[in-house]
C-alpha cells in the first residue's frame, strides 16, 4: 500500500496557511449561505459543523462532506484515510449538542456515533455521496467512525 500523505506538523507554515483557508472557507459559506463554500473543488455537498473543544472549551467550525437520512445529517471521521480520529470527533463525543449549517439553514442537533447496524446501512450511502471515503477505509486499520446530527428536540 502507498504511503499516506502527511498533514502538515503542528506550528507549522502549511498547517497555519491551510488554517486560515478553513477559516476563510467558513466564513465566506455563512456570509453567501453556502453559495461560496458550499462545494470544496469536487467536494460536495459540505455542511459547516460547529463543535466545543473537548478540552480547551473553544468554539470551532469544520467544514465537512454530508450526506442527509431523513432528518438526519450524516458525517464521517475519515481524515483522509489517516490513522487518526479527527479531533472534532473527540468534541462531539465530549460536547454532543451543536449547531450544523447546510446553505443558509442553521439548527441545533445532537451528535452520536452510529452504531453497527446503522453503519453497515450508512456506510454505501456515505460512499455514494463521496466516493473517496472508500479510499480512506482501505487506507487504515481504525474504523472510520460515521456521525448522526440528529435534530434537538
Do not use: C
Given at each position: 500500500?502507498?504511503?499516506l500523505?502527511?498533514?502538515?506538523?503542528?506550528?507549522s507554515f502549511?498547517?497555519?496557511?491551510m488554517?486560515r483557508?478553513?477559516a476563510?472557507?467558513v466564513?465566506l459559506?455563512?456570509?453567501t449561505g453556502?453559495?461560496?463554500g458550499?462545494t470544496?473543488?469536487?467536494?460536495?455537498?459540505?455542511a459547516?459543523v460547529?463543535?466545543l473543544g473537548a478540552k480547551s472549551?473553544?468554539?470551532?467550525t469544520t467544514p465537512?462532506?454530508?450526506?442527509r437520512?431523513?432528518?438526519?445529517?450524516?458525517?464521517?471521521?475519515?481524515?483522509g484515510?489517516?490513522p487518526k480520529?479527527p479531533?472534532?470527533v473527540?468534541?462531539?463525543?465530549?460536547?454532543?449538542r451543536?449547531?450544523?449549517?447546510i446553505?443558509?439553514?442553521?439548527?441545533e442537533?445532537v451528535?452520536?456515533e452510529?452504531?453497527?447496524?446503522?453503519?453497515?446501512?450508512?456506510w454505501?450511502?456515505?460512499?455514494?455521496t463521496?466516493?473517496d471515503?472508500?479510499?480512506?477505509?482501505?487506507?487504515t486499520?481504525?474504523?472510520?467512525?460515521?456521525?448522526?446530527?440528529t435534530?434537538?428536540?
Amino acid at each position: 500500500m502507498p504511503s499516506l500523505p502527511k498533514g502538515p506538523p503542528p506550528g507549522s507554515f502549511g498547517l497555519k496557511v491551510m488554517n486560515r483557508f478553513t477559516a476563510l472557507n467558513v466564513f465566506l459559506y455563512r456570509r453567501t449561505g453556502g453559495r461560496i463554500g458550499g462545494t470544496i473543488g469536487n467536494i460536495k455537498p459540505i455542511a459547516l459543523v460547529d463543535h466545543l473543544g473537548a478540552k480547551s472549551g473553544t468554539k470551532r467550525t469544520t467544514p465537512l462532506v454530508y450526506t442527509r437520512d431523513r432528518d438526519d445529517v450524516i458525517i464521517v471521521g475519515s481524515q483522509g484515510g489517516s490513522p487518526k480520529t479527527p479531533s472534532w470527533v473527540f468534541n462531539l463525543r465530549a460536547n454532543p449538542r451543536t449547531t450544523v449549517q447546510i446553505g443558509n439553514e442553521k439548527w441545533e442537533v445532537v451528535a452520536r456515533e452510529a452504531t453497527d447496524e446503522e453503519r453497515e446501512r450508512l456506510w454505501p450511502m456515505v460512499v455514494d455521496t463521496y466516493a473517496d471515503f472508500a479510499v480512506y477505509q482501505a487506507r487504515t486499520k481504525r474504523k472510520i467512525p460515521v456521525v448522526v446530527l440528529t435534530p434537538a428536540g
